[in-house]
């Protein structure tokens, strides 16, 4: 079906872009992860996810972890882990559901982006699973499109420190706060870590 559909098409035309706008999808889009693609994302601690259910409601969210978290699989494959989180699950369960997503992914040292847009698959026996502490699914994404964008608004930030809640082989992963307030800590799951008095909480998170 192409890149662009009907309403893409009548903006390229009121702002006479339509010759742009094919010739990034004619030389840039491509539905394989290369090697400079394998580098960018692999190098990447955390990314931007959006789905839809099946009503078309739309969901977007951040996932961050450490460098590498993000594997790519082969030259159309990608997987990631999906960690505790809110229990609402609703970008697993749209994943579920319409399996179509986005992610964008961003350099914001290097002043750098990537989309990748393809068809997910949820396994919570995933063979990578093992390799992921803590993690309880792992998604792939089979690529459609791939590639980067216009990186001219992007925002020069650095790194000061990446969060202690991604888990590590390494050490124990503390608590967030919030699991022991008032509103959430009589409905969590029984054998949520939040539950256990010997375990370090901290307030951010």
Request: charged fraction near 30%; glycine fraction near 6%; hydrophobic fraction near 35%.
């Amino acid at each position: 079906m192409g890149l662009y559909h009907d309403v893409s098409r009548k903006l390229q035309d009121r702002f006479d872009t339509r010759r742009l706008a094919d010739r990034i999808e004619e030389r840039i889009v491509h539905d394989r992860i290369d090697d400079g693609d394998r580098a960018f994302i692999e190098a990447r601690d955390m990314f931007f996810i959006a789905t839809t259910d099946e009503d078309g409601q739309p969901q977007s969210s951040y996932k961050g972890g450490e460098p590498g978290f993000v594997r790519v699989v082969d030259e159309q494959t990608i997987a990631f882990p999906l960690y505790d989180g809110n229990g609402m699950y609703l970008t697993a369960g749209n994943l579920m559901t319409t399996k179509k997503v986005g992610l964008l992914f961003i350099d914001f040292e290097g002043r750098k982006r990537l989309r990748l847009n393809g068809i997910a698959s949820v396994a919570e026996d995933d063979p990578l699973l093992a390799e992921y502490p803590e993690a309880q699914m792992v998604v792939r994404v089979s690529a459609t499109e791939v590639f980067p964008n216009c990186p001219r608004y992007i925002h020069e930030y650095k790194l000061l420190k990446r969060s202690r809640f991604v888990p590590k082989q390494e050490c124990e992963t503390p608590v967030p706060q919030w699991k022991q307030s008032e509103w959430a800590h009589d409905v969590l799951p029984e054998d949520d870590p939040a539950n256990d008095p010997s375990r370090e909480v901290i307030p951010r998170g």
